[in-house]
Nanobody, 130 residues
Framework: QVQLIESGGGLVQAGVSVRLSCVASGRTFNGYPMAWFRQAPGKAREFVAALALIDGLSTYYTYYADSVKGRFTISRDNAKNTVYLLMNNLKPVDTAVYYC???????????????????WGQGTQVTVSS
């Protein structure tokens, strides 16, 4: 059974940094696309960041939502089957449940699309106070 378990969320003040972790179990996602999405109260789930291999290369390419570009960094540790999201200079608008996602397809057609990912975690709440 494949599981994605997020951790690292909590209540923080604006301006601080938080690192979320997502540990995968049940299979390896080494080389497969992984991503973070978030959902604020009353809003649709939205893309935050993704990591995927470029065809024919061994280098991961990163994708970011415009709203987090320059503040958030996605990374992965394949040995630990873990993906991270480092969030710097947090703002109240970043308040949301953050979800880890993974794809069983090596090719990532639309990294910002929810439908690209077929494994999801349960989410971790991040609340940023002003």
């Amino acid at each position: 059974q494949v599981q994605l378990i997020e951790s690292g969320g909590g209540l923080v003040q604006a301006g601080v940094s938080v690192r979320l972790s997502c540990v995968a179990s049940g299979r390896t996602f080494n080389g497969y696309p992984m991503a973070w999405f978030r959902q604020a109260p009353g809003k649709a789930r939205e893309f935050v960041a993704a990591l995927a291999l470029i065809d024919g290369l061994s280098t991961y390419y990163t994708y970011y939502a415009d709203s987090v570009k320059g503040r958030f960094t996605i990374s992965r540790d394949n040995a630990k089957n873990t993906v991270y999201l480092l969030m710097n200079n947090l703002k109240p608008v970043d308040t949301a449940v953050y979800y880890c996602a993974a794809s069983s397809d090596l090719r990532l057609g639309a990294p910002k699309s929810i439908s690209e990912y077929n494994y999801w975690g349960q989410g971790t709440q991040v609340t940023v106070s002003s």
